[in-house]
């Protein structure tokens, strides 16, 4: 279960040096308020990458499975691996 994002008013954003390492800290965004209302999305590198990657698998899972449906070819796992090894061979 993930937690839940951590909540800081703007005005917290003076200490740059706190904010950069509670942001290198988390596992999940920090959400930025103004006059009480969210208001920005802070995140590290790191936090960020992951959540762009796991976006674009979900998208691509999302393309297979439309494609599926609207009566893509299907195919056995296993032949396609047997077939790339005999064309590329054993890499190790």
Do not use: W
Request: proline content about 3%.
């Amino acid at each position: 279960m993930q937690a839940l994002p951590k909540v800081i008013p703007i005005n917290e954003l003076k200490n740059t040096a706190q904010i950069s390492k509670t942001c290198q800290e988390s596992e999940v965004p920090i959400i930025i308020t103004k006059n009480g209302y969210s208001d920005m999305v802070m995140m590290s590198v790191k936090l960020y990458e992951q959540t762009i990657a796991k976006l674009q698998a979900a998208v691509l899972v999302n393309e297979s499975l439309d494609e599926i449906d609207n009566g893509g070819a299907l195919y056995d796992g296993g032949e396609v691996f047997d077939s790339l090894r005999r064309k590329y061979g054993e890499k190790s």
